[in-house]
């Protein structure tokens, strides 16, 4: 049976068919329409952004840091990352102008919430509680560990340990 779809198909016209050109047609416009055009929307948004970008503005560049506008100079743009410290960027690489309240709160370092969350962990009472434990015998003390370590090279090499 697929001798004979083969053979059908062969036997046909040599060029393209009016079907097959439409198909064609209609898949690289699908993908202009899915895949190039919003990438090109993206990219005029991005570069709409980065040329509005003034002094004061906060900005997020595409490495993810959160800083302030300090200068504008052409393509560059000085940005303030911590109270002082400046560094020179690109205008490409400012991703997005933020707002004051979209931006996330930064973690302070040698906080009090630090020590808040170890008195949930253990209570030291029931640590230091020895009535419930019991001595067993499957850890040595000092002097039987040299004993089990002799035994056990003795064991392994069929030798005595001087």
Same mark, same amino acid.
């Given at each position: 049976?697929? $001798?004979?779809?083969?053979?059908?198909?062969?036997? $046909?016209?040599?060029?393209?068919?009016?079907s097959?050109?439409?198909?064609?047609?209609? +898949?690289? #416009?699908?993908?202009?329409?899915?895949?190039?055009?919003?990438?090109?929307?993206?990219?005029?948004?991005?570069?709409?952004?980065?040329?509005?970008?003034?002094? $004061?503005?906060?900005?997020?560049?595409?490495?993810?840091?959160?800083?302030?506008?300090?200068? #504008?100079?052409?393509?560059?743009? #000085?940005?303030? #990352?911590?109270?002082? +410290?400046?560094?020179?960027?690109?205008?490409?690489?400012?991703?997005?102008?933020?707002?004051?309240?979209? =931006?996330? =709160?930064?973690?302070?370092?040698?906080?009090?919430?630090? /020590?808040?969350?170890? %008195?949930d962990?253990?209570?030291? %009472?029931?640590?230091n %509680? /020895?009535? %419930?434990?019991?001595? /067993?015998? =499957?850890?040595?003390?000092?002097?039987?560990?040299?004993?089990?370590?002799?035994?056990?090279?003795e064991?392994?090499? $069929? /030798?005595?340990?001087?």
């Amino acid at each position: 049976m697929l $001798g004979n779809v083969l053979a059908a198909s062969s036997s $046909g016209s040599g060029g393209f068919s009016s079907s097959t050109l439409i198909f064609l047609v209609i +898949i690289v #416009v699908a993908v202009y329409l899915l895949m190039i055009r919003p990438q090109q929307r993206r990219r005029q948004q991005a570069q709409q952004k980065q040329n509005a970008v003034a002094p $004061g503005a906060r900005v997020r560049t595409t490495a993810g840091m959160y800083a302030t506008v300090v200068d #504008v100079d052409g393509d560059d743009v #000085v940005l303030e #990352v911590a109270p002082g +410290i400046e560094v020179r960027y690109m205008k490409r690489a400012i991703m997005d102008v933020v707002s004051p309240g979209d =931006e996330p =709160e930064a973690e302070s370092f040698g906080s009090d919430d630090e /020590t808040e969350d170890t %008195d949930d962990v253990h209570d030291t %009472d029931d640590v230091n %509680d /020895t009535d %419930d434990v019991q001595d /067993t015998d =499957e850890e040595p003390d000092a002097g039987e560990s040299a004993d089990a370590e002799e035994t056990a090279y003795e064991r392994a090499t $069929g /030798t005595k340990k001087k």
